[in-house]
Every structure is written in C-alpha cells, then in structure tokens.
C-alpha cells in the first residue's frame, strides 16, 4: 500500500536530498489537511528561500520538499487540554518509527529535524535496533513556529554578525535575521562551511 497523500502530517515531495520532520500537526494541519500549513510553513519558505539565494547545492523548493512529523496525530491546546507536543516515549514507539522511516528513510543526505520531538524521534530512527538503515545525516534546528523562534532556548536573540535581533522594530526582519542564524547553523552540520556568509560570527 502506497503512502497516503497529503494528510495533516506528511506531504510527499520530489527531491530525495533533504527532508524535513516537525512535532505534529496542529489546528491549521488539520483544517488544511497538509503538514506546516500556518505560520510554520511560511518559516519554512523564508528558510528555504535563504539558503537558495546563499546558492546551497540540493536545496528544494516547498513543493519539491517531502514533509513529515515525529507523531503523525493531530494535537493542539483547545482539543488536549492544553497539550501542544507528543510524549518522547509516544514517538519512539516501534509503530511510529516504523511508519516515519516509510515516510522519509530513503532521504539521501539530511533529515532536517525541527524541534525537540522531530529530534527525538529522528535520532530514534538511526539508533533504534530493528529500524531499516538510513543513509542521511540528522540535522538539528529550533521548531520554525514563531513560538520555537523566539523562544529564550533557540539562542536567536543575535543575528548572523552578532547585531541584537530585538533592535529592529520590524518584525518580518527579525523573523528573517532569526532563519538566518537557523541557516547558518544548519550548514554548520552540513560541513558546507563555504556557503555561510562571510563575517559570520562562530558562536552564530
């Protein structure tokens, strides 16, 4: 049987380089029925944006990227009593391994995982015995909602040359600088150290 597409948790892409895993879908998953459908996705274009115009190899467009979450149910405040995120211990069930490696293990070079749930459950997946092998790198980075980017622990509160972030009163540019230093930490991991902006500072 084929994977189902789309659903509020995965959406099948074309480019097998790179793929991405959030927590869950929320509200606007369901309601749209595609994974990153709110404020999320729209982090996730400006982030994608910024590595293509850094001119980073393999970089898929939005359409071309293959979606998926940590836990493939729906969760959200007003539905779960205020539970937002999946247990650990629920997306490293078998079950739900299982059915994450249908969904991204044949990605060839970097699972992108966003937030604490996608890299629990993406470390699960290359550590867990019994789970089919996987070829790519994990690649770590805060959850790209707005919460996730200005939350204290993302560590996002200086831009890539070591500028406060909060010294801008236009919110769409401190949103920006913020992926930014997302971008940056991200080819870090990468080892595509030749595609950081010069002048970035090391702590980025």
Same mark, same amino acid.
């Given at each position: ?90 997306? $490293? ?5 299982? #059915?994450?490696?249908?969904?991204? /293990? ?5 699972? @992108?995982? +966003? ?65 930014? $230093? ?5 080819? #870090?991991?990468?080892?595509?150290? /030749? ?5 970035? @500072?090391? +702590?980025?």
């Amino acid at each position: 049987m084929g994977i189902p597409n789309n659903t509020p948790h995965f959406e099948q892409g074309s480019n097998n380089d790179l793929a991405i895993v959030f927590s869950c879908p929320g509200w606007f998953e369901q309601f749209h029925v595609r994974p990153a459908a709110g404020e999320t996705g729209r982090n996730l274009e400006i982030l994608l944006e910024i590595l293509q115009s850094w001119q980073v190899p393999d970089v898929p467009s939005r359409a071309e990227l293959t979606i998926s979450n940590a836990w493939d149910q729906v969760i959200y405040e007003e539905a779960d009593s205020g539970r937002t995120l999946p247990e650990d211990n629920w997306v $490293v069930r078998p079950e739900n391994l299982e #059915r994450l490696w249908r969904e991204v /293990g044949t990605t060839r070079k970097w699972l @992108i995982c +966003s937030g604490a749930s996608a890299q629990t459950a993406g470390n699960a997946l290359l550590s867990t015995p019994g789970t089919p092998t996987m070829s790519c790198k994990i690649i770590e980075i805060p959850h790209l909602s707005n919460q996730g980017l200005n939350t204290r622990s993302a560590l996002l509160n200086k831009d890539l040359f070591g500028n406060s972030v909060a010294a801008n009163k236009q919110s769409h540019v401190r949103k920006r600088r913020r992926l930014e $230093v997302v971008a940056v930490r991200m080819l #870090r991991q990468m080892g595509l150290y /030749g595609y950081i902006p010069l002048g970035a @500072i090391e +702590s980025t």
